[in-house]
């Protein structure tokens, strides 16, 4: 097998942790610097630039150099760091020029020795970003050269020379404090505006060498200087904020013109940030951040926005991290007329339209933050009909209170997205644990809210008071108005959506839940008022002995419900005992849904309203199944005990175990112990010791996949509608289904009663989890998803040759022949690599010198984090990537593959990182930026001599795109190594087998790990000495992020 690095192409979401914003005015861009030290630039939707500094530092502040592309990042070790936009084949990605390193040596100050520098607090970028002042904690400012990043000696400002132009009465003790801000002035260069801790504020002429204005304030938190510079604006630790006027023909003022505590009078925090914004009108805009009454609302995480009596105090369910105004910032214009407001918050990013009535929020075509409520799963739809994209657009528009015309109402539009319109469109489809789904446009580089459906309404919870609530406190003061939409609280826990599964073609879809709720809903292009239909399917067929002791069903709503337009729900299934659901699928032609839990499976017919089949998977022993998923303390605690005591009796129990083999599988395993003879070593080369599962595991019931398929199970002559089942323990059921077939032309079949039968049962020797079932037609080839066939939306399946079915269970890969089911052939994957599967997906290889030309394959992801390529049928090795890594089980869980080649995994709460198997099919983004600055010979000189890696903020390994030639084309993926082969030019375009839409994940692991897991993260000593040396290679290689 060929190793190889998968091509990892953009990042979809919020960054996570972020500590920086910076905004350029003139080339309409902003740049968000994250805790992991990433630096993240976005412009026009589609127009995104990533970088990562080499150390895993905190950006603590970013400033753009306008107009020409550059930023200039300050870490928490103080570095500083120049980030250029460089353009190659047309297409811009983002290099880091140049570091600095500011000298530090304890026992001198900037006034007397050599240069040393505390820790920077601030830094002002001075003479159209030429230059850049320093303010440090100990008071003295600094002068850098930017193109070059070097400190001119002779300029630096230390605080005995500030002190020596200041009267005596406006000395705040023997010290100034720390540098708490700069500000220039945007006609003067020459001027200086700093202030220090203390509330010492003065006018720095950098020419003239002497303050122009003093001032003296309170304890100093923040500083803004009007664009006119006369007046100035100080924000303070006690909640207060002064105006001072600095026109120079005023004698000196003591006394600031305006003094006050908006919140006041008791105790308030500090106002951390203010700026002073004037408009044409007369009046003018004062933003500032906290200042909150501390007693009261110390909690809250506000920032206020006044314009003349106009007071908004917006509530924030996230820690502000810092906020700008989009305004004019030409030096002609005389007033800012601000036209935004962005914030940027720890979970989200917030922009309000201040030139509109209200200042309502403007929606963001990018950014969204994807864990608004956790995520608990996910799939992916390709292809998704124009029809069908429509009306969920349509419906997502319908639940937007902004008119449609507010989407140009963004701010941030800088550079040009140059990729080709996405031939497809794709939908991603995130469910979460508030009980709501939401769709994303998935089609390109940025990921785009389409609509929102909510699945609380159905049920009676207690969070109807809430509403009341917030009317109730319109009245008060401070006018808190609450404003983004990240709320991590779920009302209930039992709401968390586990599965979903969509119908492309008929728009229908099955959301099921964490309490055992199973709901088919349908499209509407109309709100309706209807009741929903409700069933119950009894899992454990009156077994007794079993006592569910988890939490209670939901209480559905009675009576006709008013449904906006959008999916709506027609149907809901509970299963009892209600446990969270482990599976879905949908047959939209059939109108069957099936579903899973720990206890057992269920078949219902949604369009008779009436189940089909219900059949209990558990074991006598299996009473942890009982326990529920939200009473985990006993149960984890149990299930740990229960897996050491196995691995405990297995060691001591092997050679007694070893002397009485009587089954085959021990004497496989007897006779790899031995000798094997030279042919067998050929043809097994390395094949680990398994050991099999007892029968009696706790969880074994659990139901981890369901298919349909029409095929061959009866006999060889007639096919027809089958169900299929694999559990925990490597059981698989395949039943035979009596659907009533529909007329000729018709799209609803008679509504006589369905029936299903028990057709095979094969019980896996090794008794692992089936991970998935796929039934391959005569040609080897997966089956239509439902309609695609009757709709010549793809090709007919080869029902003249023989069927076969592929069982993939988390150690091995075996293809059985239908409908007797016989062994044809396997792949013992734990064997032979020592890993275990964890997502399975069926791929399409296509030819890229014949379009024509195509083979099926199986990727299959590992708990190692390495995705695998197989053929099919024949199950032989073809490449193996390098994805995810295995200490990420919470990427790894989340992974979703697509049709064409790509996939989705978290890298953090807020962020999918998408990447691609596929040569032909890369979103990834192109776009260029219209910049312009002098091209410095010198600057050439200093760049850093090192080749850009491509690096994840969450810290992954480094990738190297695949590179892209002057026409656009995509070369070949490659791989870091120098001596790695290039992969086939023939790429992965997986298509899932788990449902009709692709593989979906639950991520809600909560009392899912296992022993396994622990021991895929502890991983061997050898294994984690041969990590650091990696990531000490990879640390020595560049810290640039190339993107194209």
């Known amino acids: 097998m060929v190793g190889a690095e998968v091509a990892e192409t953009v990042e979809h979401g919020f960054p996570n942790q972020p500590s920086a914003l910076a905004f350029d005015p003139e080339l309409r861009i902003m740049a968000i610097g994250t805790r992991s030290g990433a630096v993240k630039i976005y412009g026009a939707p589609g127009v995104e630039f990533t970088g990562l500094h080499r150390d895993t530092a905190t950006v603590t502040q970013m400033h753009f150099l306008p107009g020409q592309g550059r930023l200039l990042s300050l870490l928490d070790d103080s570095s500083l760091h120049l980030w250029e936009i460089v353009h190659h084949n047309g297409c811009a990605h983002l290099e880091e020029a140049l570091s600095f390193q500011p000298p530090s040596r304890p026992g001198f100050d900037g006034a007397s020795g050599p240069l040393s520098l505390a820790r920077v607090t601030v830094v002002l970028l001075v003479a159209a970003g030429d230059m850049a002042a320093l303010g440090t904690e100990g008071g003295s400012v600094f002068f850098l050269d930017v193109p070059t990043l070097t400190l001119l000696e002779g300029q630096t400002l230390a605080p005995d020379e500030v002190l020596r132009s200041v009267p005596d009465d406006y000395r705040c003790g023997k010290a100034l404090g720390p540098v708490e801000s700069l500000q220039g002035h945007l006609r003067d260069p020459t001027k200086i505006l700093i202030g220090y801790s203390r509330g010492l504020l003065v006018i720095w002429n950098r020419v003239a060498q002497c303050a122009d ?25 006690d909640g207060s904020y002064a105006v001072w006027s600095a026109d120079a023909g005023d004698s000196p003022m003591t006394q600031p013109t305006v003094a006050t505590t908006p919140y006041g009078p008791f105790p308030c925090k500090a106002i951390n940030k203010i700026l002073w914004r004037n408009c044409e009108s007369g009046d003018h805009f004062i933003i500032f951040s906290g200042g909150m009454p501390r007693a009261s609302y110390g909690d809250r995480h506000c920032v206020s926005v006044l314009r003349a009596e106009t007071l908004v105090t917006l509530d924030f369910t996230s820690r502000i991290i810092d906020f700008f105004t989009v305004h004019s910032t030409r030096p002609e214009d005389e007033f800012d007329e601000p036209q935004a407001l962005a914030v940027l918050l720890e979970e989200e990013l917030v922009v309000l339209d201040l030139q509109t009535p209200g200042w309502p929020a403007v929606p963001a075509p990018y950014l969204a933050p994807l864990h608004s409520s956790a995520i608990t799963c996910s799939a992916h739809v390709a292809n998704v009909p124009a ?8 419906a997502g528009e319908q639940q937007s209170p902004q008119p ?10 800088g550079g040009r997205n140059l990729a080709q319109e996405p031939s497809q469109r794709g939908l991603l489809l995130t469910g979460h644990e508030d009980g709501t789904v939401r769709f994303w446009d998935a089609s390109g580089v940025a990921l785009r809210p389409l609509y929102k459906l909510g699945t609380a309404g159905l049920f009676q919870t207690d969070c109807e008071h809430t509403d009341s609530l917030g009317q109730a406190a319109e009245d008060d003061w401070p006018p808190f108005r609450k404003v983004g939409c990240f709320d991590p609280y779920s009302d209930d826990p039992r709401l968390g959506v586990q599965k979903v599964a969509l119908c492309k073609y008929t728009a229908q879809m099955v959301v099921a839940g964490t309490a055992g709720q199973v709901l088919v809903l349908e499209l509407s292009d109309v709100p309706s008022e209807q009741a929903v239909s409700v069933a119950s399917v009894d899992l454990l067929q009156d077994r007794e002995g079993f006592t569910w002791k988890g939490h209670e069903r939901l209480s559905p709503r009675t009576g006709p419900l008013p449904w906006p337009a959008g999916f709506q729900p027609r149907v809901l299934v509970q299963c009892l ?14 109108s069957l849904v099936a579903f899973g839990t720990s206890h057992g499976f269920g078949l219902f017919d949604y369009q008779r309203r009436s189940p089909v089949l219900a059949r209990c998977t558990l074991h006598p022993n299996d009473s942890l199944a009982m326990e529920g998923p939200l009473s985990r303390v006993k149960s984890l605690k149990k299930s740990l005990r229960q897996s050491f005591r196995r691995i405990r009796k297995s060691r001591v129990s092997g050679k007694k175990r070893a002397a009485n083999a009587t089954s085959k599988l021990q004497e496989a395993n007897a006779q790899l112990a031995e000798q094997a003879c030279p042919h067998d070593v050929e043809m097994t080369p390395v094949q680990r010791r398994i050991e099999p599962r007892s029968a009696d595991d706790s969880l074994s019931g659990v139901v981890r996949c369901l298919y349909f398929a029409d095929t ?5 002559a007639h096919h027809g509608p089958t169900m299929w089942a ?6 698989v059921f395949a039943y035979a289904l009596e659907v009533p077939a529909a007329a000729a032309g018709g799209e609803k079949r008679p509504e006589r009663a369905v029936e299903a039968v028990l057709g095979k049962e094969v019980q896996l020797m090794h008794r692992a989890p089936v991970v998935a079932i796929a039934v391959l037609d005569g040609r080897g080839r997966p089956l239509p998803e439902p309609y695609e066939a009757s709709r010549d939306l793809a090709q007919a399946p080869d029902m003249q040759g023989g069927h076969a079915v592929l069982i993939a269970s988390e150690e091995q890969f075996k293809v059985f022949t239908l409908p007797k089911v016989s062994a044809k052939t396997k792949f013992k994957l734990t064997a032979h690599e020592g890993c275990r599967v964890r997502k399975v997906a069926l791929a399409t290889f296509a030819s890229v010198a014949c379009e024509d030309y195509a083979e099926t394959c199986l990727a299959c992801l590992t708990n190692l984090g390495d995705v695998h390529v197989f053929s099919v049928p024949g199950l032989r090795p073809q490449v193996h990537y390098s994805c995810i890594r295995k200490e990420d089980i919470s990427g790894i869980a989340s992974c979703v593959f697509t049709r064409h080649g790509q996939g989705f995994y978290l890298i953090s709460p807020s962020e999918f990182e998408r990447f691609s198997l596929s040569a032909r099919n890369i979103t990834e983004p192109l776009c260029s930026l219209d910049i312009s600055w002098p091209r410095d010979t010198t600057c050439a000189s200093y760049r850093l001599q090192e080749s850009p890696k491509l690096s994840q903020a969450n810290g ?11 026409d656009g084309s995509p070369d070949p993926v490659r791989s870091k190594g120098a001596d790695t082969p290039e992969l086939p030019e023939a790429m992965l375009s997986p298509m899932s087998i788990d449902s009709a839409t692709s593989a979906d994940t639950t991520l809600d692991t909560t009392g899912d790990v296992t022993v396994e897991d622990v021991k895929d993260f502890l991983g061997s000593s050898e294994e984690s000495e041969r990590n650091l040396r990696n990531l000490a290679e990879d640390e020595a290689r560049a810290c640039a992020i190339l993107i194209k």
């Open 956 to 966: 992954t390994p480094g990738i190297v795109l695949a590179s892209r030639s002057r």
């Open 404 to 413: 449609a015309s507010s989407a140009s109402s963004w701010p941030i539009t």
């Open 712 to 716: 061959f199970l009866r006999d060889a």
């Open 726 to 731: 694999g559990t925990n323990s490597g059981s």
């Open 387 to 394: 029809k069908l994209w429509a009306r969920i657009v349509s």
């Open 213 to 237: 204005r003093v001032f003296l304030g309170n304890q100093l938190e923040s500083l803004c200087w009007e664009r006119s510079g006369s007046t100035l604006v100080s924000s303070h630790s």
């Open 577 to 590: 005992p209600p446990a969270a659901v482990t599976a879905v699928t949908l047959h939209a032609e059939w």
